[in-house]
């Protein structure tokens, strides 16, 4: 069975860190496109970075370029995302995805992990 499950959330003050991460079980991480995405309360789903199947190309939005890094570890099967000098607006759940077909859309997604930014 293909799963993606998120672990590392948490809360913490501004300016803190945290790390997330993805572990992928039923499939290679390293064949699929992998996307973080967050949702804060009463706003719509948004990007946050991706990685590409090849892990060639990294990319971020803007209100998360320069703090945020996404890595991975095919041994492991997992993606990672540094979060760094975090904002409350950073606020959310965040989601891993994968692109497991290869079709342009994420086909599996974890069941999130809560990210709480607050003194």
């Known amino acids: 069975q293909l799963q993606l499950a998120e672990s590392g959330g948490g809360l913490v003050q501004p300016g803190g860190s945290l790390r997330l991460s993805c572990a992928a079980s039923?499939?290679?991480?390293?064949?699929?496109?992998i996307s973080w995405f967050r949702q804060a309360p009463g706003k719509e789903r948004e990007g946050v970075s991706c990685?590409?199947?090849?892990?060639?190309?990294?990319n971020y939005a803007d209100s998360v370029k320069g703090r945020f890094t996404m890595s991975r570890d095919t041994a492991k099967n997992t993606v990672y995302l540094q979060m760094n000098n975090l904002k409350p607006e950073d606020t959310a759940v965040y989601y891993c995805?994968?692109?497991?077909?290869?079709?342009?859309?994420?086909?599996?997604w974890g069941q999130g992990t809560q990210v709480t930014v607050s003194s």
């Open positions: 995805a994968a692109d497991v077909a290869g079709s342009g859309t994420y086909d599996y």
């Open positions: 039923g499939f290679a991480l390293s064949a699929s496109a």
């Open positions: 990685i590409s199947g090849s892990g060639a190309n990294t």
